[in-house]
């Protein structure tokens, strides 16, 4: 090999051998973090589209449709292949138990659209009305409706943005109180790192769901349904900001020692210049795991709180409001289809756990 090709080839085998690199290479070997991170992207792009993909709002009540049983998509009608349809539905009451139910009407085949005007809904601050699908001349339910007749679908897409969104707020704001608190104590140390420490050891032992349950309660009621996301997102991260700054201020205490970081010192650099410049950047992969990890936590406190009725609030919705329908066995048996709120639960915070597991291990150097 010819001293040019040596030179051509180096950079490619320093970058191919780069921290980020490795870390990239043993994140890749892990099936389940690749495909986690998949579905964490799906289900945060549909949250984005919500307005798009739900096809009514999610206020419409649709009195004569109560509980009505998810619809199927059919494409053979009286013998002949047709483009994707539903048959309009009908109640019948059993002559006998005086039961209602609904029942297809085989007569009364509705084709679904494509891109079709429908109510109008906000999409980054843009007015439009353009929805993905829809029928003509009746309704298309495609996971039922509740009590109200309100579409389910619609309902969890729009609820998908609060339920997804109030852990990265949540986290931006537990994450930047346990930093700095955490900062401070470490770097520091002394009768500052005892007072906080102490502090901090008063907090962590209160029982999680109790205070949780307390600070909700004083959200007032007649708030606005921004507000009290915005207060259930506050409550959540004052209460999850400890756990953070006991680990930070371990990091730091440990840090603060290093050559680099008494090299600085000497020259004169300010406290804040060296932690948020020579110490902090050196925890940045943990903070990363340690939010991704973090971030399920949020989502099911969240849905706890609107499960009890002390979260979010009518007209806005989540996962964890949905859920509140279903709270006794008699209704999931009657109506089963109540439950798929539960189910993005699940699957959110599996994903959550097993990306940041496969994220832990890709930054793990020791890991093979």
């Not at 009540?61 to 009608?77: E, G, K, L, N, S």
């Not at 729009?158 to 104590?185: A, E, H, M, P, Y």
């Not at 010192?265 to 990890?293: E, F, K, Q």
Request: net charge positive.
């Amino acid at each position: 090999m010819t001293r040019a090709q040596t030179l051509k080839t180096a950079p490619k085998k320093a970058q191919d051998t780069s921290p980020l690199a490795l870390a990239w290479r043993r994140f890749r070997r892990s099936k389940i973090g690749v495909l986690s991170g998949w579905v964490l992207v799906v289900m945060y792009l549909v949250a984005l589209l919500a307005g798009f993909l739900a096809p009514y709002n999610i206020t419409a009540q649709h009195y004569d449709y109560p509980y009505q049983p998810p619809q199927r998509v059919h494409i053979m009608h009286e013998g002949k292949l047709m483009r994707p349809f539903v048959y309009a539905v009908k109640k019948e009451r059993d002559p006998v138990t005086y039961i209602s139910s609904y029942v297809e009407d085989k007569t009364q085949p509705l084709p679904i659209r494509w891109f079709v005007r429908g109510e109008e809904y906000s999409f980054l601050g843009i007015k439009t009305d353009l929805h993905l699908f829809g029928v003509e001349g009746g309704y298309f339910f495609p996971i039922g409706t509740d009590k109200f007749g309100r579409d389910l679908l619609s309902r969890m897409l729009v609820g998908s943005q609060v339920s997804l969104t109030v852990g990265i707020i949540g986290i931006l704001i537990s994450f930047s109180i346990g930093i700095v608190v955490g900062g401070i104590s470490g770097y520091y140390g002394g009768v500052i790192d005892t007072l906080i420490q102490r502090f901090i050891e008063v907090l962590l032992s209160f029982p999680r769901l109790p205070i949780l349950l307390a600070l909700s309660v004083i959200i007032p009621p007649s708030w606005p349904s921004t507000y009290v996301y915005l207060g259930i997102v506050a409550v959540l991260a004052l209460i999850g900001w400890a756990g953070l700054a006991r680990v930070v201020r371990g990091q730091v205490m440990g840090a603060r020692n290093i050559d680099y970081v008494s090299a600085a010192r000497a020259l004169g650099a300010a406290d804040m210049r060296i932690v948020l410049r020579h110490i902090m950047p050196n925890l940045s992969s943990y903070l990363v795991v340690t939010a991704t990890l973090a971030l399920p936590g949020y989502i099911l406190g969240e849905s706890a709180l609107s499960f009890l009725g002390l979260g979010i609030k009518e007209p806005m919705t989540s996962w964890g409001l949905l859920l509140k329908d279903a709270q006794n066995f008699e209704t999931l048996n009657l109506y089963p289809w109540l439950l798929i709120p539960g189910i993005m639960i699940v699957i959110s915070v599996l994903a959550f756990n097993f990306f940041g597991d496969a994220l832990r291990d890709a930054a793990d150097t020791q890991s093979r």
